[in-house]
Structure formats: structure tokens, C-alpha cells
């Protein structure tokens, strides 16, 4: 087995040699750390390598297989850590000029999970700033760019996080989601993304502990791995008061079991909320079209989510002021532009624009619950464009139309944010250009486990589906 072969194996195949001994922890932590050396300097995906510490606790992990002990469920999985979470004793930047050189002294609470589940932490993924945006590009470390076209974004905010997946340079990537961090990254680099219900991840520390927009969660290259990653990191937690209970081995049995058979599912080329470009518009339909082949019944149908971007502005604009008006006095002239104006938006918002939101948010709750008596599940565009070029920040225009924000064009995802339901994205094609077109799968409250066994079912349907990218 060569070195790039293990770069890409899948993380339940890790487990699965490493437990009968036929692959050592050492020995694929020193291809992955020998993989970002030769990839990381052309696509900066990783912004912190912790390569001494991962050395060590992969040489711990082999040491615990030779004796026999007890094993986690990750154990010697190299993974990766959004440069938002926290990591205890590795520098999280947050990617602001603010934060440039913290080293915090506690682990995030998904890292904590991972840990003990024997996983081992290679390093920080790059990010926009405090997730602010999605192009991952920040003052401290720069753009990160698409394995696919090194010239085009790989989308954010967990950039890193899906470019270190796509290229092998590990098989898990840690990241956290607001209005589609974890899957538009995921669908421009051809990666799985699972963006999951608030609270079923914990979210601690926080200076939002009650905030049911931004949520951690998984990234792999497979449906499986997801899952298997998904199971370690949920979970109830006093810390995170918004956290319940679960029992994680349902998203295992979800993939081990995937079918669609008999399950009503809408498909939309645009949920109504956003133009979609003709390339990712066919893609994406030619993709739905498998679903029924594997016996699902398909209408064309989404819910009324009329008010949405209303919500989206407001409700961006009073989070980001609640997590980060006391520094504009200081950094406003070292802050990213779009963030700088988001809080300042928030500072203008009256309490009749908060209630307004609220209400609005909650007809649009009502009419999606409803929409779900009828329909199991969503599918839609992950995305509304392809990749574009690194240097731009956010389209202003898509398929013609343009656009009234920096926001607007990230719809697609951020309607299901609003709802706060469990969406994942998988690689469902490409464009004519050679570029990753994802699919979105979305389902009802807390249906986590019905996402995962469809997207398995159709990831299996689907022989191109791990094609790796031309680096």
C-alpha cells in the first residue's frame, strides 16, 4: 500500500487495518504530514501543522494496538480543526489579526470528543474571518484555493477543511456552519458536508451559548465517514444548553443500511430563493433523476420560504453584533470589510426589526413543517454557482441576476440555517469545466439519520463520486 493510498483512505478503513494490525498509526500520520508538505504550499489549506504532536500521539495509538488495549472508535484517525475551534495548546486565530498568535489552554468540546475517541490532531484548517464570509481568505494566512483550479475559490468558511480532505491531507476535517460553511466548501471541492440540527453537536465555548445558527459538524470524503465522525462529537453536554440527547448508533446503522425505497422526496432547482446557474442547475438535476432509479417517489416542489432573506440580514446582523461590536473600537481598520458592515447593521437594528424577524421567521417554520407532512425529504443545488475566482470575495451577480448582498447568492443553503434543519451535501457531478457540483439533501426536525441513509444510497449510486482532484 503507497503512501498516497493511505492519504486517501477512508477513516472506517482506517480503524479497520489499524485494529488488525495490517497498517500502522505512524505510518499513515507520516504520509499525511508527508502529503501537506508537498500540497499545503500551493493550496493553503492547513494555516497551523501540529507536526511534533501529532507525531507523538500517532506513535502513543500504535504503542495502545501492539498491547491490546482499549480503542475508541477514531483511533490513530488523523483529523483536522477548523481555525475557529479551539485546540488546546495549538494556535486558533479565528483567522483575525486579532487573535493572530492565541494559543488557547482548553479544547472545543467536539476536539475534546474527537480526542477521546482516539482520533489525533494534525492541525488548524484556514477560514475567513471569524467565519464571516464565504471565500476562505483572511489578513493572517491568505486565500485558500481549489484543489480542482488552484485560480478559483474553494468556497468557506471551512475551506481548509474540504481542501485538506480532497487532496489526502487526512480523512476528517472538523468545521462549523452559519449559512453553509460546512457544505458550500464541500460541494466547490467535491467533499461531503453535514450541516446538523443546533444542539446535536454541543457548541461550548461560546460567547452565544443560545444561538441556533452557527453549529460544529462533520466533513469527510464519504457519507460514511461522516457518520462515523458524527457519532463521536454528539451528544447531550451541561456545558451546551441547547445540546440534548441521542443515540449517535442510529447514524451508523443509517449507512449501513442506505436506501431511499418508498420515500417522498421534492426536488427544486432553486427552493425559490435564488437564481442557479444553467451548470449547476443540470448537474444537479441529472442527480435527481438517480433517486428515483433507487425507488424514490419525486415530485418538483419546495416550501414557501418567502421572507427568508429579510431574516437572514437581520438575524446576521444582530449575531455578529452580539459576538463582536466591542472590537470594532479597537480593530475596525484590521476587520474584514463585509464583517465590519454586518455589525454595523446589527448596531442599527431596532427591537421592532428583531420581532419582526422572529415572526417572520416563525410563518416560515410553520409553512416548511407543513411542507414536510407531505415530503420526506428535499433535494436541491448545494450551491447557486460554480467556483469563482479567488481574488473576488462574493459574486455579484448570478446567472444574470444580481445580487442585493454579499449573502444572497449563499440562499440555497442558508434557507435550511433559518429553519434549522439537518442538510448534507454530496458530489453529485461536475460542470463542464471539471468543477464539483454538490447536491443538497434536507430533511425534517432532527431527521439526521434519514439524511445520512439517503445520502449513502445515492454516494453508492454513484461510481464517480471519489474521483480525486488534479494536484
Not at 464519504?222 to 451541561?238: E, F, H, N, P
Not at 454586518?342 to 417572520?360: A, P, S, V
Request: glycine share 8%; hydrophobic share 40%.
Amino acid at each position: 500500500m503507497t503512501p498516497i493510498d493511505l492519504c486517501y483512505m477512508p477513516a472506517s478503513a482506517l480503524v479497520r487495518l489499524f485494529r488488525a494490525k495490517k497498517v500502522s498509526p505512524v505510518e499513515v500520520m507520516k504520509a499525511v504530514l508527508a502529503r501537506i508538505d508537498a500540497v499545503n504550499p500551493l493550496l493553503n489549506a492547513y494555516c497551523t501543522v501540529a507536526a511534533d504532536s501529532a507525531m507523538k500521539a500517532a506513535r502513543a495509538a500504535e504503542r495502545a494496538i501492539m498491547k491490546r488495549g482499549a480503542f475508541g472508535p477514531l483511533h490513530g484517525v488523523p483529523v483536522s480543526i477548523k481555525d475557529l475551534t479551539e485546540t488546546k495548546g495549538i494556535r486558533t486565530t479565528w483567522g483575525s489579526k486579532i487573535y493572530e498568535h492565541h494559543v488557547p489552554d482548553e479544547d472545543a468540546l467536539p476536539v475534546e470528543r474527537l480526542k477521546a475517541a482516539g482520533a489525533i490532531v494534525v492541525g488548524k484548517t484556514n477560514t475567513s474571518e471569524f467565519g464571516s464570509g464565504a471565500n476562505t481568505y483572511n489578513e493572517v494566512f491568505g486565500a485558500t484555493r481549489n484543489p480542482w483550479n488552484p485560480k478559483l475559490t474553494c468556497g468557506g468558511s471551512t475551506g481548509g477543511g474540504a481542501v485538506a480532505l480532497a487532496t489526502g491531507m487526512g480523512p476528517l476535517a472538523e468545521g462549523s456552519d452559519l449559512g453553509g460553511s460546512l457544505r458550500t466548501p464541500a460541494a466547490f471541492c467535491g467533499v461531503v458536508g453535514f450541516r446538523t440540527s443546533p444542539g446535536l453537536v454541543p457548541v461550548y465555548p461560546t460567547r452565544l451559548a443560545w444561538d441556533t445558527y452557527g453549529v460544529h459538524g462533520p466533513m469527510a470524503r464519504t457519507v460514511r465517514d461522516t457518520a462515523l465522525m458524527l457519532s463521536v462529537i454528539a451528544g447531550a453536554d451541561a456545558r451546551a444548553p441547547l445540546s440534548y440527547a441521542v443515540d449517535t448508533r442510529e447514524f451508523l446503522r443509517a449507512v449501513e443500511r442506505p436506501s431511499v425505497k418508498g420515500l417522498r422526496i421534492a426536488w427544486s432547482p432553486d427552493l425559490g430563493v435564488c437564481p442557479i446557474d444553467p451548470e449547476i442547475r443540470r448537474a444537479a438535476a441529472t442527480a435527481s433523476r438517480v433517486f428515483e432509479r433507487l425507488g424514490a417517489k419525486l415530485d418538483t416542489a419546495h416550501p414557501d420560504f418567502s421572507g427568508v432573506l429579510d431574516v437572514v440580514l437581520v438575524s446576521r446582523g444582530a449575531r455578529q453584533a452580539a459576538a463582536h461590536a466591542e472590537k470594532l473600537a479597537q480593530w475596525r481598520g484590521v476587520m474584514q470589510d463585509n464583517l465590519v458592515k454586518n455589525i454595523e447593521y446589527g448596531l442599527t437594528l431596532t427591537g421592532d426589526d428583531i420581532g419582526r424577524c422572529e415572526r417572520t421567521r416563525t410563518a416560515i417554520w410553520q409553512r416548511v413543517r407543513r411542507f414536510y407532512e407531505q415530503h420526506d425529504l428535499i433535494i436541491a443545488p448545494t450551491t447557486s454557482i460554480p467556483p469563482f475566482p479567488v481574488e473576488v470575495r462574493a459574486p455579484t451577480e448570478v446567472a444574470g441576476q444580481p445580487m442585493t448582498s454579499y449573502i444572497e447568492w449563499l440562499l440555497p443553503t442558508y434557507c435550511f440555517t433559518v429553519m434549522g434543519l439537518p442538510a448534507i451535501t454530496v458530489p453529485c457531478g461536475f460542470t463542464r469545466d471539471g468543477l464539483p457540483v454538490g447536491l443538497q439533501i434536507a430533511g425534517p426536525w432532527r431527521s439526521e439519520a434519514r439524511v445520512l441513509r439517503a445520502a449513502a444510497a445515492f454516494e453508492a449510486a454513484q461510481p464517480w463520486a471519489h474521483l480525486r482532484p488534479p494536484v
